[in-house]
């Protein structure tokens, strides 16, 4: 069962906010949110993760809904190069613990 | 960021033969490393859990024969496809995480592309 679900594409300007949903609704107390993306052809690339507050680093912000069913990953200024599938994952902030992929969203920056 | 090495990067072989995929922690230590493999336009999907010292959990669906896994040290595990067939032509893609930082990121190597002809 997918623990995720979020929109298969998205395009997004060149510049411009991207913003990226997901919906966890059954999300434990004990699971963090993570952001992957992979650009074609590498490996994934860790993005961010976060537990209930919104968090913010060099690369995006993560807002999470009050109830934790949702979060928005937030790209402030999208470049050609943020073109990507990037994948919302949810687990326990375990070490030993595996990342289970659902099918991503794929968003293509236009210029 | 913790840096996962994988090599080679990509390899073609013939059908039959056997193709060995390095993983490595270079900076850090990790007891656990996961095997992906990734078909054209699909999502990554989790082969086997590689424990350092002990024998790998495979997950449903994958011979392990078939797929063999060596996680001899802390930062070096290796799989081996063995008797490559054309439907083997995959991205293997393999993670690992740092206990010591516990942060729970797990980071990911830059994939394998295996092309058996």
């Known amino acids: 069962d997918a623990k995720t679900t979020q929109p298969t594409s998205m395009d997004c300007a060149e510049g411009r906010a991207a913003n990226l949903p997901c919906n966890h609704s059954t999300i434990s107390g004990n699971e963090y949110v993570y952001w992957y993306r992979q650009i074609h052809s590498q490996g994934p690339q860790y993005i961010i993760h976060?537990?209930?507050n919104n968090e913010t680093n060099e690369m995006a912000s993560l807002i999470i809904t009050e109830d934790r069913k949702s979060s928005t990953l937030i790209l402030p200024h999208a470049t050609l190069r943020d073109t990507a599938v990037y994948y919302c994952i949810v687990r326990p902030n375990n070490a030993g613990n595996m990342l289970t992929f659902g099918g991503g969203t794929r968003l293509m920056v236009k210029p | 960021g913790a840096v996962v090495s994988q090599h080679p990067s990509w390899v073609i072989c013939k059908s039959g033969t056997s193709v060995k995929i390095e993983c490595r922690s270079l900076d850090f230590q990790a007891t656990t490393m996961f095997w992906y493999r990734q078909f054209p336009k699909q999502s990554l999907m989790l082969m086997a859990t590689s424990n350092e010292g002990s024998k790998a959990t495979y997950e449903q669906g994958v011979e392990k024969d078939k797929f063999l896994i060596n996680h001899a040290s802390l930062t070096l595990s290796t799989l081996t496809v063995t008797s490559a067939h054309p439907e083997d032509s995959s991205f293997y893609i393999c993670?690992?995480?740092?206990?010591?930082?516990?942060?729970?990121?797990?980071?990911f190597g830059e994939g394998s592309r295996l092309t058996v002809l």
């Open positions: 993670s690992a995480s740092d206990l010591r930082a516990n942060t729970g990121e797990l980071f």
């Open positions: 976060g537990l209930k």
